[in-house]
């Protein structure tokens, strides 16, 4: 039938604990889901106490089938032998000493869809106490990364989470794999890398694992005299779990790498002190070191990011302070070439105005979000040149020097300053000019052009005088600095000074006329210098 529902394979491995045994086989036999296949395997319980059990329920529910081991084969034997023999589409483990809420199965079935596991809230219960445990889950989602995931479930341990709900072919897997101590936290970083997720149900205690000793008992895969549990499996599978993962970067592998070494001697140190003291406490000096590195670093980011901060406010305060020579409060200023905002943020500090000019889409974006609610700013997508109209934008993979100039762009990869960056992309864009912006929006006090080999075009949409125009130029390009100067020349008297780099600081004592700034732009010795080009009427 097409809506039969899926069949549910549960597994119970079971020795010798005949009262634990009749508790688990009741919650499962009552649970609201019906389609369920139950396997039981007796790993050769002394007496017939447990098989009698398991008779006196298949009399009444045939889903339930029985194995009896003719030898004990161990632990692991059996938790692999249920899984061996399951046919459903789904499985789950089921230990005998443990318990279930009716609905368990069904609420499980209803939330897995794609994903690998689902497991719900549990607690642990303590029945010679009477005390119930609550547990935090870990911070496990299908929108995290497998970084995220891995890394909150390392942090956060949670064996339990075996005894969920499983895609039985997504953990077939485990038919071939090594059983070791904290396997079962190995089972769920597997499903999280290799697997398609596991989905937590919150707020609903389906499951209780059941203790009935008076303290919770260790219980080591592969018992050994000189110690309580082996730990190299576990660091060692985690490694290479993380190493052959795809899905992670290098950084993030090492990471998470740590995580595990940290956890190997976590567990060392606290299990063996006994059996090994003088290597747990090399194990614990180990750890405070590390925890000593991590605070040395976290000190040493902290200092270096207190440094650039002091170095931002630095720099804005000098560009404040060299601007406040053009810029008045209630100037209209240009920001051609606006990129991300810099400028335009210096020049409203001032308390001037600002008409923002800028053709790429994601650096509009940002300076929507910077200042579209400031009612003294102007945003205009568009790019400037010498006419209206359309033209092809080069998209660098460094959003900041992106051009409308292809011979610049070829100059400057030509001479390697620009050399590891590819302008792969070109977009069409919208041109206005220079004049047109002044028509629509008024003169401006002061106009700074950046366009990256583009301000010659920008300036020949221009018909008149602006007070003072600053415009960058490059070593490579500098033919282009030179037809900027004697064009703006003839609007009427300018005079010119530079700044080199990010200075801001003027490089002549005095300003000097057309000719005498085009001869020492022509005659700098050192080719790497750029800058920016200031041009103020007189």
Not at 337 to 345: P, S
Not at 397 to 416: C, D, L, R, T
Not at 454 to 462: D, N, P, R, Y
Not at 479 to 499: E, H
Request: net charge positive; aromatic share 12%.
């Amino acid at each position: 039938m097409k809506n039969r529902l899926p069949l549910v394979s549960v597994g119970i491995p079971t020795y010798n604990r005949a009262k634990g045994l009749r508790r688990t086989l009741k919650c499962i036999t009552v649970q609201t889901y019906k389609n369920l296949e139950i396997i039981v395997s007796d790993n050769c319980s002394p007496g017939p106490e447990t098989e009698a059990i398991v008779r006196e329920f298949m009399a009444k529910d045939s889903r339930i089938q029985y194995f009896r081991q003719e030898k004990n084969k161990g632990g692991t034997f059996n938790f692999k032998f249920v899984l061996e023999k399951a046919t459903g589409e789904y499985f789950m483990w089921a230990a005998d000493d443990d318990e279930w809420e009716d609905r368990f199965i069904e609420v499980c079935i209803l939330k897995i869809g794609n994903y690998s596991s689902v497991m719900t809230d549990f607690k642990t219960l303590y029945r010679t106490k009477n005390l119930e445990k609550s547990h935090d889950l870990p911070d496990l989602s299908p929108q995290h990364s497998v970084y995220k995931n891995l890394r909150n479930h390392l942090l956060n341990l949670t064996p339990s989470l075996v005894y969920g709900l499983h895609k039985r072919t997504d953990i077939l897997w485990v038919l071939k794999s090594d059983i070791f101590d904290w396997w079962d936290c190995f089972f769920i970083s597997n499903l999280l890398v290799n697997g398609s997720g596991i989905m937590l149900i919150r707020n609903y205690i389906g499951y209780k694992a059941g203790i009935d000793t008076e303290n919770y008992i260790l219980k080591p895969i592969n018992p050994h005299p000189n110690r309580v549990f082996q730990y190299y499996s576990f660091v060692r599978q985690h490694v290479l779990l993380i190493a052959l993962c795809k899905k992670l970067s290098i950084t993030e592998k090492l990471k998470l790498i740590d995580i595990v070494f940290r956890l190997g001697l976590k567990y060392f140190s606290h299990y063996e002190k006994n059996n090994r003291p003088i290597l747990t406490n090399i194990a614990k000096i180990i750890l405070k070191c590390r925890q000593l590195l991590v605070f040395v670093n976290k000190l040493i980011l902290k200092v270096a990011n207190l440094r650039c901060y002091v170095q931002k406010k630095l720099d804005k305060r000098k560009k404040l302070e060299f601007y406040s020579h053009f810029i008045k409060k209630g100037d209209l200023c240009f920001d051609v070439g606006a990129n991300l905002g810099n400028r335009t943020d210096i020049f409203l500090k001032l308390g001037a105005s600002v008409v923002a000019i800028e053709p790429q889409e994601i650096c509009m974006q940002k300076l929507w979000q910077k200042f579209g609610k400031n009612n003294r700013v102007i945003l205009v997508q568009k790019a400037l040149g010498d006419k209206e109209g359309e033209g092809n934008f080069f998209l660098s993979n460094a959003q900041a020097i992106s051009s409308m100039s292809k011979e610049w762009i070829n100059s400057v990869k030509a001479s390697g300053r620009f050399s590891a960056y590819q302008w792969q992309k070109t977009v069409k864009v919208s041109i206005t000019t220079l004049e047109k912006v002044i028509e629509e929006y008024g003169k401006p006090t002061f106009c700074k052009i950046d366009v990256e080999g583009f301000e010659f075009q920008v300036l020949k949409g221009l018909s008149q005088p602006i007070k003072t125009i600053s415009f960058e130029f490059t070593p490579e390009f500098i033919d282009s600095a030179v037809n900027s100067i004697k064009y703006l020349s003839t609007f009427g008297r300018f005079q010119f000074n530079y700044s080199v780099g990010e200075s801001m600081c003027l490089s002549l004592l005095k300003w000097v006329e057309s000719e005498e700034i085009c001869k020492i732009l022509l005659s700098l010795s050192d080719k790497t210098i750029f800058g920016d080009i200031y041009a103020k009427i007189t």
